[in-house]
């Protein structure tokens, strides 16, 4: 139901569907849209007072329009455990849990204002908004000179999305569509396996590049800077390709049946422009306040968990972070719609690799702090066979459950990998090789 705001914002008091699904309707906002919930208005529309019913309407779509509203519990809990100085280890997992409502109303948020804005603008909204929670956890990582929690939690979504949401999906819609076979648009899969690759080698090189004797410190660094504008480059010309030259590959994902009972129809929007844009930049306020929590505490929950820090950022961050965008896409998979749920996973994949990761080391870069872009060893190795893995289970068009169920249980296999790498984050590995004519000293 559109708030009276709405109303009076729309041209000729409606909204074209065309322009709905054409307006910035990413799989990401599919996705979201799954786990949203219709609000019953009829006890606030009974207010006299029109500011008051106004703002009532607005706090109950936002707040209450989502199947992770309890969730948002955890929010004033963080703050009050920070500030009343509880046990470190709780305002992390409270922080944790009330990132996950957040990140979801952020993305309801930006779809909302995308149906004013019109289709370019809101495409490249969402595009940029998409994984608004990792970009920000990034910073304050940055900020705090936490370099290698900053590397593992963007490597942890990169993973969590080829890996587990993938293979969540594939897997589940296979089981319950067991007796047909799930086909999907390979067009849309190929473009992001590429850009995949593409930001693979440029994270390689880096790596590879250490291992000769005429590397420097300073020579890696400009390779890493220079690596990283190629794919900002390269990010910017396939936003240009999927929002304007070949648009229609991905607009078929977002051609969900508008009479599905579990998806709430958004061919009008619920909040009008203005209120959609304050209440924006609220949740991206307490996105950016838990996300301080959640990197200032990380360690502190690690000594009382008994988790690697390394282990918190690449697996728990990632999966709690991103949970209402996993579970919607798992969602569709059980509906038979696996163009949405390889939207939402490739792309997330594709956005971090290719944008949120290039933009940190140049963001480190204006700020002075040194940071490449390579992983070491052991995550280089585990990014490059998790993008193979993922690119052969995709090659065909066609799905079946034994192909998520592999892609699980890689993910598995990374995280026991993890569990028991206990090495202390900002440690390196020094590779010495002599020879009776050089000695080179190698630091990964």
Known sequence: MASSEASELLENGSI?????????????????????????????????????????V?????????????????????????????GRAWVFGLSLLGLAPLAERISFLTEQIAFYTGPTVGGLLNATCGNATELIIAIFALIQHKVDVLKCSLLGSVLSNLLLVLGSSLFCGGI??????????????????????????????????????EATASATL??????????????????????????QLFDAQGEADDDDDD?????????????????LLVMTALVALLSEYVVATIEAASDSWGLSVSFISLILLPIVGN????????????????DISLG????????????????????????????ELGFNLLETSTLAL???????????????????????????????????????????????????QDHVTMRI
């Open 16 to 56: 074209k569907k065309e322009m709905m699904r054409h307006g910035g309707r990413t799989a990401h906002n599919m996705s979201s849209s799954s786990l949203r919930k219709k609000s019953d208005l009829s006890l606030v529309s009974k207010i006299r007072v029109g500011f008051l019913r106004e703002f009532l």
């Open 58 to 86: 607005n706090l109950q779509e936002v707040l209450l329009g989502t199947k992770l509203w309890v969730l948002f519990l955890a929010v004033p809990f963080a703050i009050v455990a920070e500030y009343c100085s509880f």
């Open 344 to 371: 939402v996973a490739l792309g997330s994949a594709t956005q971090i690799s290719m944008f949120v990761v290039p933009l940190t080391v140049i963001a480190s870069w204006i700020i002075g702090i040194r940071m």
């Open 222 to 247: 400009a390779l890493s800077r220079a690596s990283c504008i190629i794919m900002l480059i390269a990010y910017i010309a396939y936003l240009v390709f999927q929002l304007w030259t070949h648009r």
């Open 386 to 436: 998790s993008i193979l893995v993922t690119t052969l289970a995709l090659q065909d068009g066609t799905s079946h459950y034994m192909k998520g169920l592999v892609l699980v249980l890689c993910y598995l296999v990374i995280g026991a990998c993890f569990f028991v790498f206990r090495a202390p984050m900002n440690s390196s590995i020094n590779l010495e090789y002599k020879s009776s």
């Open 263 to 279: 998806v709430v129809s958004d061919e009008t929007p619920a909040v009008g422009f203005w209120s959609a844009f304050v209440w």
């Open 323 to 338: 949970a209402a965008e996993h579970a919607g896409a798992i969602i569709f998979a059980f509906k038979n719609k696996l």
């Open 176 to 213: 319950v569509n067991i007796s047909k076979q799930q086909k999907f648009d390979r067009k849309q899969a190929d473009v992001n396996s590429l850009l995949l690759f593409l930001g693979l080698l440029c994270h390689v090189l880096p790596l590879m590049f250490k291992f000769t004797a």
